[in-house]
Structures are given as C-alpha cells and as structure tokens.
C-alpha cells in the first residue's frame, strides 16, 4: 500500500513537472516571497475603511464602496473593470435600547439581528424565560413560552478554525421564528462572538421565506417572527445572573429596524485577462458591504484587499496568465448573499468556463492550511500549490474542503473550489461588531496571506488542464 502511495506521489511530482515550467514555478516562488513584505493589501484595506468604512447593503456607504471600488481597482491597473447591478430588499437599522427592569434594573446593550423588524416605539415589554440552547427553545412546551421573552444564553467557544460559529449560529438565525411559533412576543440572544467587550454582535436571522419550487420570497409576518436582538457577552452573563436569583426577570427593549424598499448594488468586477483563454475565469473576491456597526476591516475589506492585491501583484510581475482571473467584489453578502446570487444567475450558461473559484472571508489572520475541491486528475496541480506553500507554514487539509458563502451558488452550479484557511481565533472577538476596525489588521499576516492567494491564483490561471465540473451535485 504504501509502495503504491508512494508510486501515485512520483506520478504526480513527474506531471506536475509537465504542467508547470520550472521557469514558471521559480517565477512565482519569488514573487511569492517579495509579497511577504509587499503592503498594497494592507493599504487597500486601509483605504476603504477610512474613505468608505461602514457600507450596509443598501446604505449610502454601499453606494460609496461601489465607487471605491471601481476606481481602486482601476488605479491598481486591472485590464478590465465593470459593474453587475444586485437588486435586493433593503434592510435598515433604527432605534436601539433595552433594560431589565426588574427584580434588579440594569441597562443593556442591544443590536437588531439582520432582517429583524420593529418593535415599534412602545418596545417590547415581558418576562424573560431562558434557554441554555436552541434546542432547548425547540424542545420547550409551547404554553412556557407564550407571551414571554426568550432568551437564548449559549456561548460560541474560541476555535483555530472557526468552528465554534457553526455550533451556535443557529440560535441567532432561528431564534426569532421559534419564539414567534410558540407565541413568544420577543426573542434576545447572546452575541454569537468570543470576546468579553461589551459590544452586541449583529448578523442576519431567518425573516423571509423562500418557495422552493417557485423561488418566490415572501417576507414572514409578525405571527411567523418576532423581533430579536443580540446583547453582549458581558450582559449576557448579567442576565444569566439576574436569572439566577430564581425571581421573575422583566426585560424591554425598542428595536426600530425594518425592511425599506428595493435597492440597487453592485458587484464590481476586475480582471487581468488570460493571454490564451480569455473566456475561462479563476474567481477571487471578497464581499464589497460590511455591516454598519465598525467599519469592516476585517470582514470584509481585507478579503476583497488580499485578493485585489493578488491579482495586481500578478500582473505587475509581468505575468499574464493562460486564462483570465476575476477579482468579484461582491454586494450585499451579509443578509442576502444577493451578488453572489445574482452572478451565478447571469451565468448560469457558462459556470463551465469557471475553471475554479476561492472567497477570502475570514479575516486577515495568517492562513495555515489550503483545502480543495476537485476533481482527483487535476491533484497533481494542486500539489504543486501545496509544495510551493511549504515554506509559508502551510499545509494541505485535503480534497473535501469547503469555500467561502459568495462561492456556495457557484460551487452548486458546479466550478471546482479552493479554501486557503486562515487562523481565526480572534476573528469572532471582532465580527460584525462596532470592533471591526482598522487597528486589527496586522500588517506581516495580511501579507502572508496575498503570499499564499499568489500562489494559488497563478498555478490555477496557468494550468492548462482543468479542475473538474459538477464535483458536488452527487454529494
Ligand atoms: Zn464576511
């Protein structure tokens, strides 16, 4: 067996000889180094959060990233730059408050979750019932809950990877809607974040319902969703306290967010066109729109930096590549996913020319693995990647990997993907709070990163065999 591995290895390393040109690789490997202390990235990032910074899908700031953008990825020398316009349902933020008024009353910091409606000016008033989980609200008899304020308690433990998020997420996107089915009047949750500030983490939640066979979307009413808010760790532990006295807990709160409107965006697009395919496209990007509570430095200006300075890092090597790269900044990710739907709507009749396709979301923290999702023929170049990101402390996580949310259409439609995973152990101290701020961006790891997508981006727009198609409609 091992013999055998070993063999396949050899195989490999001899092809990837083939596909690659030594001249190529050495090529590559030095700008791969030079970008360790390059700092367009960091000064992309910089850029657009002191001369846009907060761009809500649908904002004013929306409308100025947009610009930001086409003109960022013009002065950066990008051989093709256009807009794609994202109609959505805008969403808005309003009037923000909450107390417990009794048995001990205490101000609170609140947040309207992403989509929640009003609780219009009298606010919500009621009594608290706690759960330590989702599951727990799922289980609850409908009769303890009617009438009265869930409260969701559960803490998002602090992971490498991330993966305390997924754990507790749900609480946030369901919480509204549960409570609303069992005849809860109001729903609050622990933010779902690893830190101790006493800042709210916002983030979307379930308040439209989609028809599966038509697509049709409707928004749910306010029998189908309650109006809910995240309250920070530190009130959160407050509360559990407060609960704790075993007393009745009285909670009220005044959210004034609701839907507002169709809105306009854009994904703004830029390329460095392929010198033999132009037509086939390795897909990059980041997500253009922030919520509006910091000005999204780390979620996500340094995805659409790291990977805008990629591609110009390319380019500016005097590389041009077998095919085209295509640098996607996408609108509208954080409560509708709505660029990324958009554009696999419009190319639903070429996603085979997406040759393979990766989103930076995760920060600016250094990435420590890669992981792709391709078809096994194409691993030999994929290898390759994994060999000349050795050196950077990178390691290769296998070929089951997952992508980032702007990706999900795309890679449902088809195109093979790629994840370069960065440390995100203080990501969700910061995400989607008032935190995610400039200062946090830290100047070597944002440039380890662009080392890294360098990498990546310039094998798979230079491989001439291709990555597979259709790998995930089976699984
Ligand atoms: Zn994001």
New binding site residues.
């Given amino acids: 067996m091992l013999k055998f591995l070993l063999c396949l290895l050899c195989v490999n390393q001899a092809f990837a000889k083939e596909i690659f040109t030594d001249e190529y690789i050495k090529q590559v490997a030095s700008l791969r180094d030079m970008a360790l202390t390059d700092s367009t990235a960091y000064e992309i990032t910089e850029s657009l959060t002191t001369e846009v910074g907060a761009r809500l899908g649908g904002s004013e700031g929306d409308a100025k990233a947009v610009k930001w953008a086409v003109a960022k990825f013009q002065e950066l020398g990008f051989d093709k730059v256009y807009t794609q316009p994202v109609t959505f349902n805008k969403w808005v933020r309003g009037v923000e408050t909450a107390e417990i008024i009794s048995p001990f009353s205490h101000e609170i910091k609140i947040t309207a979750l992403g989509g929640s409606n009003s609780t219009a000016n009298e606010g919500i008033t009621g009594e608290i019932i706690h759960f330590n989980s989702l599951q727990e609200l799922k289980d609850a008899d409908p009769s303890l809950v009617k009438g009265k304020i869930t409260f969701i308690s559960d803490k998002m433990e602090r992971t490498k990877d991330g993966s305390g998020y997924g754990k507790v997420n749900g609480g946030r996107y369901y919480a509204g809607t549960i409570t609303a089915e069992k005849g809860g009047i109001g729903a609050i949750i622990r933010s779902i974040g690893t830190d101790n500030n006493r800042d709210p983490h916002t983030g979307g939640m379930k308040s439209v319902d989609v028809n599966k066979e038509t697509g049709e979307m409707r928004f749910l009413n306010e029998k189908e969703v309650v109006p809910t808010g995240a309250i920070s760790n530190p009130d959160a532990d407050l509360l559990v306290n407060v609960i704790k006295r075993g007393k009745p807990v009285v909670f009220k709160y005044t959210l004034g967010s609701h839907w507002d409107g169709e809105y306009t965006s854009q994904n703004v697009i830029g390329e460095i066109i392929g010198r033999e395919k132009p037509d086939e496209v390795v897909v990059i990007g980041g997500?253009l729109d922030s919520w509006d509570l910091g000005t999204g430095a780390i979620?996500?200006a340094s995805?659409c930096a790291i990977t805008m300075a990629t591609a110009k890092l390319i380019k500016d090597a005097g590389i041009q590549p077998y095919r085209t790269i295509r640098v996607v900044l996408w609108a509208n990710?954080?409560y509708g996913l709505s660029g990324a739907r958009e554009y696999a709507k419009v190319h639903k009749n070429n996603m085979d020319h997406h040759i393979i396709g990766a989103e930076s979301?995760f920060g600016a923290g250094s990435i420590y693995a890669i992981e792709s999702n391709v078809a096994e023929y194409s691993l030999p170049a994929v290898a390759k990647m994994a060999e000349l990101l050795k050196p950077l402390g990178i390691g290769y996580g296998g070929n089951n990997g997952s992508s980032g949310?702007d990706i999900s259409p795309l890679k449902a439609a088809g195109m093979a993907t790629f994840k370069l995973a960065q440390d995100g152990t203080k990501y969700f101290d910061l995400h989607h709070t008032a935190d995610d701020t400039m200062d946090k961006i830290v100047p070597e790891e944002i440039a380890q990163n662009v080392a890294a997508w360098i990498v990546f981006v310039a094998l798979a727009a230079e491989y001439q065999g291709d990555f597979g198609f259709n790998l995930n409609t089976n699984k």
């Fill in positions: 997500h979620d996500d995805g990710e954080e979301d949310a």
